[in-house]
């Protein structure tokens, strides 16, 4: 409808502008065309994606959203662009007080760094304000603009309205929404839009949707590929009655605005592109690339299902902060997700760092994405095993100040103590490390044997009393902790031969049924008695971090009555 065109057939003749202005009176305004000039281009070298990420601030922050802004930064990092942190904080409910922190707060520990946006102090922050609530100005601006070029229009129709539309296209099997014949307030003449206002009825503004949900059009995701998208016929919100506008609408105006290039966001919103490709057409604006992430899923028995916030714990991040998950881990085990050619890149580059790594968002999974905690802890085992002690122990130390236990705490104080477990857990040889350490929880648990002196042992001797006796009392007897390794050994062959082992690990191959074990069985007896269990790191070395005392109070304490 060409501007300026007298609407309504009623008595009072109106234009569109004076409508506009009886519908959003507000005097500070400014000519919506004056933010193409205040929000310019960004001059960036071509290619160069700004990508953003908009949570709502609702301080829940998971595994699909560190994916997805993984996907943001690598797609605006490999290419020289900007990424951005904008708050969609539009729904004034779901608001929780310091989720905007948490955010920053929780990627910024997986080492995601916005380049600009909310709280960022960035230079380059000329594209905000980046809270919507900041930002109502400029759409109510744009609302108005709409009203005026008759392509938005104010509806009053009320809960049980909208109730008595529902229940009718239910009735009739049609389509839910409000559009059509269905839309009531679409033709409203001026004169009844006004005797609304006067009433102060409440109102929303819609868009008056030109679409026919019939016609399809082929739509390239950069993600999903061609997929077919129907023309919107929905005359969608876009002003709520207290004024703020709606998802929908924000999207359209500020990703024109911030100069988005590439929207990355799940595929729930998929159903919602027909609705932001003709808000961006109404607007007048150049929509944005747009690739929409698969879901994250697990295998749950023989099926995959999507990660799900009450059944699985692993979906918020908060869950591999108390863990102890190194970050670097959960980043490049979520860049062989992303893309799949990443691990073999990794393979053939094992000492490049993962963000040289050259990431492109047309290759990451069109369907269901397979998160594997297994694999994951693979990563996380071979990530450690290439740090220093030192390092480790740096990681170790602060996890424990953050969510460990008192007694975490205590242990993590005695750093000279720790670095001597490190060494034996993860050995000496800086080329060949073992790989037995996966986090700060799993961690505490491999080494607990260290500061629990209550465990009992006994549960776990594959030998007869007297033997495991007499092990323990000849070893005991002899324990000298300034024995190198091989001093030391040479004891344990002493007390083995004494209850019955064979001393030598030939002689017990050349006739096994002549002795009760073998001299590894007969130091296994040992390290249940010291360890709780007949599989531990060096023996010898456990006992000098043990010092004598506790050794031989262990070696007691594991005697059977
Ligand atoms: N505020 C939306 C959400 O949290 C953002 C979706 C988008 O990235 O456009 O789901």
Known sequence: MPEGILYGTGDIIMDLKELAKKIIPDTDLIDPDKYEDQYPERGLPKGAEVTRLAPSPTGFIHLGNLYSALADERAAHVSGGIFYLRIEDTDAKRKVDGAVESVINSLRYFGLKFDEGAETQSRTNFYGPYYQRKRVKIYRAFAKKLIEEGRAY??????????????????????????????????LTPEEICANIDAGKPYVIRLKSMGDSNV????????????????????????KSDGIPTYHFAHAIDDHFMRTTLVIRGEEWLSSLPIHLELFSVLGFKPPRYAHTSSLMKMDGESK?????????ELSLEYYRSEGYLPVAVMKYLMTILNSGFEEWYRKNPDADWRDYNFKVEKMGKSGILFDLDKLKDISRDEISRMDPEDVYGFL????????????????????????????????????RRKDIETGLQFTQLTSYFFDDTYNPELHYAFPDEAVNTMIQTFAGLYDINDDNSAWFAKVKVAAKAAGFAAEASEYKA??????????DAAGVLRTAITG?????????????????RSLKRLAAGLRK
């Not at 299902?305 to 714990?313: E, I, M, N, Q, T």
Request: overall charge neutral.
């Open 154 to 187: 104010p509806c009053f129709c009320t809960e049980e309205d909208l109730g008595e539309i529902r229940a009718l296209q239910t009735e009739r099997k049609e389509t839910p929404g409000y559009y059509g014949e269905y839309a009531r307030c679409r033709n």
């Open 216 to 239: 399809k059009h082929t739509f390239k995701d950069v993600i999903k590929g061609e997929i077919t998208v129907p023309e919107n016929s929905q005359d969608i919100v876009i002003l």
């Open 305 to 313: 299902r999507k990660l799900s916030k009450r059944k699985d714990p």
């Open 397 to 432: 130390a602060e996890w424990a100040r953050d969510y460990g236990t008192e007694a975490d705490k205590a242990h993590f104080k005695d750093k000279d103590c720790m670095l001597q477990i490190l060494n034996l857990i993860m050995g000496t040889s800086s080329k060949k």
């Open 511 to 520: 006739s096994p049924e002549s002795f009760i074990g073998s001299v590894s």
């Open 533 to 549: 269990s007949p599989n531990s790191p060096d023996l010898c070395t456990i006992m000098k971090i043990l010092g004598t005392e």
